[in-house]
């Protein structure tokens, strides 16, 4: 029996997918097909897929939301699997803050926010919540941000209210340390449980996981996020869930078909040699290199937010890479700066 039918086998026939098309599991629309498609439906489910493919031999890939990553056209051998695990608990309440942290926050996180160049308005939404009392939320690494967001607000607990209308996981928040406003992830988050490359259980504080503009540890080790804590606050509900609700509809100009922000805002230091007046990497993709509306094949920059690559329909990945590319080669050629991608790829291209 080969090591992929033993796996089969293993984790149920009924169960397994062959040549599932990953098309169908990703925000932007476009991707080849996976070679075993597995849908994890709990923790422990995750947990036992992946170590039974590495042990046999097998690539595993894991997904959840599908946002911020491109597939192959030519798709992803071995195993992908998809985190649906979805347990929220909600644990002790904490004592509030002595004091407030110190929060830096780097100007190309809130470059699309400013005056004169913004796409949407975040001051008069924000607010301090440090001095509320505290409550830890446990959350299996599949749970939907938006989903658990409502909830928790419902329920009187606050501080994903920020993070409305960005799509995916609570996992994939953490990998990429995602920004709303000028809040991150990062500021809620206590600990995480991960699975590591020798299949190990191990659990890591926030401090541990070097976490940056759109960027963690995660990104280079391999670890899998199993688990995650937030320390999050027993807040005002109602503001809260105004605040989530208005920020959702200002930021409705994002496109959905998508997958995500292409790249990273520019630097302090490259915005300040070109004299522009924003670090934001969709200001000069419009106004500076004048690529609103540029297309390859059903690929095309959005015209609402220039920091997305569109699926008119019929979009390939090569589409994709051909108009990102492209971006890359001009800003290079023009400009002199190099443009950082926040796409994951995947797969075979």
């Known amino acids: 029996m080969s090591n992929l039918n033993t796996l089969i086998k293993a984790l149920g026939e009924d169960r397994i997918k062959r040549d599932e098309s990953l098309s169908h599991h990703t925000t932007l629309g476009v991707g080849g097909k996976a070679e075993l498609f597995f849908k994890a439906e709990s923790t422990g489910e995750l947990i036992g897929a992946v170590r039974l493919a590495r042990n046999l031999g097998i690539q595993v890939t894991v997904i959840g939301g599908g946002s911020n990553i491109l597939v192959g056209d030519r798709g992803v051998k071995g195993l992908v699997v998809k985190n ?42 924000n607010y301090d919540e440090w001095d509320e009392e505290r409550i830890e939320v446990v959350m299996d690494s599949g749970v939907s941000l938006q989903g658990s967001m409502a909830r928790l607000i419902d329920q009187g607990i606050t501080g994903l209210q ?85 920020w959702a509809r ?6 959905s078909r998508s997958a995500g922000c292409v790249f990273k805002n520019i630097s302090d230091i490259d915005q300040e040699n070109l004299g522009y007046p924003t670090s934001s990497a969709g200001y000069l993709i419009e106004h500076v290199l004048k690529m609103s509306g540029f297309r390859v094949g059903g690929a095309m920059i959005s015209e609402s937010h220039h920091n997305f690559i569109i699926n008119t329909g019929e979009a390939s990945a090569k589409d994709y890479l051909a108009v990102k590319d492209e971006i890359v080669r001009r800003a290079k050629e023009e400009l002199g700066i190099d443009l950082e991608s926040e796409i994951v790829l995947l797969g075979e291209f």
């Open 84 to 125: 649906f695990s979805n347990r929220i608990s909600v644990g002790k309440k904490r004592k509030r803050a002595e004091a407030y942290p110190e929060k830096v926050v780097e100007t190309r996180w809130q470059s699309d926010l400013e005056k004169g160049t913004f796409k949407y308005e975040f001051a008069d939404l």
């Open 162 to 246: 920020w993070f409305a209308r960005i799509p995916g996981t609570i996992g994939g928040a953490i990998y990429n340390n995602i920004h709303g406003g000028t809040h991150t992830i990062g500021e809620v988050l206590e600990r995480v449980s991960i699975l590591n490359k020798d299949g190990e259980i191990k659990t890591l504080s926030a401090s541990e996981l070097a976490m940056g503009y759109d960027t963690s540890r995660f990104h280079k080790t391999g670890e899998i996020i199993t688990e995650v804590v937030l320390d999050l606050f027993l807040g005002d509900k109602s503001r809260a869930g105004a605040v989530a609700r208005e």
């Open 250 to 255: 200002r930021k409705a100009i994002q496109p």
